[in-house]
């Protein structure tokens, strides 16, 4: 078992930047490939970006390509998202999940039921 929790969100404007954070405790870090999903309201959770168990390999939803990095430090068994330019289509609870499975192809990596273990959420809103 592992236990994820976010933090980090918050409100900022339009072009602005924010850096999540997720925390795990409970089991070896280094064994998960981690993901960043999003949820807003009304819509289903969606893919934003994952990270392989070293770190050595990243994926990214196009939506978010070239304005998030996804990192992580399994010295402090945490996984970061580094959200610059920032949009109002961006606004949205982002969830941390972690998932034992291998590195793979995208419609893998993508895939929410590749992930085993969820956060409960950091709330996002970027303004207009």
């Known amino acids: 078992q592992v236990q994820l929790v976010e933090s980090g969100g918050g409100l900022v404007q339009a072009g602005g930047s924010l850096r999540l954070s997720c925390a795990a405790s409970?089991?070896?870090?280094?064994?998960?490939?981690m993901g960043w999903f999003r949820q807003a309201p009304g819509k289903e959770r969606e893919f934003v970006a994952a990270i392989s168990r070293s770190g050595g390999n990243t994926y990214y939803a196009d939506a978010v390509k070239g304005r998030f990095t996804i990192s992580r430090d399994n010295a402090k068994n945490t996984v970061y998202l580094e959200m610059n330019s920032l949009k109002p289509e961006d606004t949205a609870v982002y969830y941390c999940?972690?998932?034992?499975?291998?590195?793979?192809?995208?419609?893998?990596?993508?895939?929410?039921?590749?992930?085993?273990?969820w956060g409960q959420g950091t709330q996002v809103t970027v303004s207009s």
């Open positions: 999940a972690a998932g034992r499975a291998g590195w793979g192809p995208p419609f893998m990596i993508i895939d929410i039921k590749k992930y085993d273990y």
């Open positions: 409970g089991r070896t870090f280094s064994i998960y490939g």
